[in-house]
């Protein structure tokens, strides 16, 4: 069961958090334009006449396009059509790829093999699709030398250069200097 969201207004209440369509009784409206289930035009009428047509078919009516004048109504199988639109959305979900921002922090003076497992667990990080944000943290004086942090940033490019794209160059934000790489499009 979803959570729904409810505005009330004088007009009543009406859900918000995700807007379906009107179907059959709930059309409210003096003249709709009628699109029949195999798409042809049914032409402008009461919702009354295109609910005795929907019934004659064993369909319902649904309201697929509700700004437009006048609102233009289709006679479908309404659970089928719900069906078809979840089985599409569920397809779509499983087709995105969520790509993670992953961190790994620097020191100016960091020692070689310290160096080195950080640089795998970036590569690691890319090679799992996941974008690194490169970061040198510095404290105290070392601030005054963001040369040292410049060049640490770049020899992370230069040894990344095979399985990574640097996204934005290496930046200074308050006492830390940034850089994002991105994961090598595969061929």
């Given at each position: 069961m979803s959570a729904r969201i409810y505005f009330f207004s004088r007009l009543g209440v009406k859900n918000i958090a995700k807007e379906e369509p009107r179907i059959n009784e709930q059309i409210r409206i003096r003249e709709i334009r009628v699109v029949g289930d195999e798409g042809e035009q049914l032409g402008v009428m009461s919702p009354r006449e295109a609910m005795e047509i929907a019934n004659e078919r064993h369909l319902d009516l649904v309201e697929i396009a509700p700004t437009a004048k006048p609102p233009v109504c289709r006679i479908?199988?309404?659970?089928?059509?719900?069906?078809?639109?979840?089985?599409?959305?569920?397809?779509?979900?499983?087709?995105?790829?969520?790509?993670?921002?992953?961190?790994?922090?620097?020191?100016?003076?960091?020692?070689?093999?310290?160096?080195?497992?950080?640089?795998?667990?970036?590569?690691?990080?890319?090679?799992?699709?996941?974008?690194?944000?490169?970061?040198?943290?510095?404290?105290?004086?070392?601030?005054?030398?963001?040369?040292?942090?410049?060049?640490?940033?770049?020899?992370?490019?230069?040894?990344?250069?095979?399985?990574?794209?640097?996204?934005?160059?290496?930046?200074?934000?308050?006492?830390?200097?940034?850089?994002?790489?991105?994961?090598?499009?595969?061929?």
């Open positions: 479908m199988d309404y659970g089928k059509y719900r069906y078809e639109q979840q089985k599409r959305e569920k397809e779509a979900k499983k087709k995105q790829k969520v790509i993670d921002v992953k961190e790994v922090k620097f020191r100016p003076g960091i020692e070689d093999h310290d160096f080195e497992v950080k640089l795998k667990n970036a590569i690691r990080f890319l090679n799992d699709g996941d974008k690194v944000k490169c970061t040198i943290m510095f404290r105290g004086r070392e601030l005054t030398h963001p040369e040292l942090g410049e060049a640490l940033l770049d020899r992370v490019a230069e040894k990344l250069k095979d399985v990574a794209v640097v996204a934005r160059k290496s930046k200074l934000e308050g006492r830390n200097m940034i850089m994002i790489v991105d994961p090598k499009p595969k061929k």
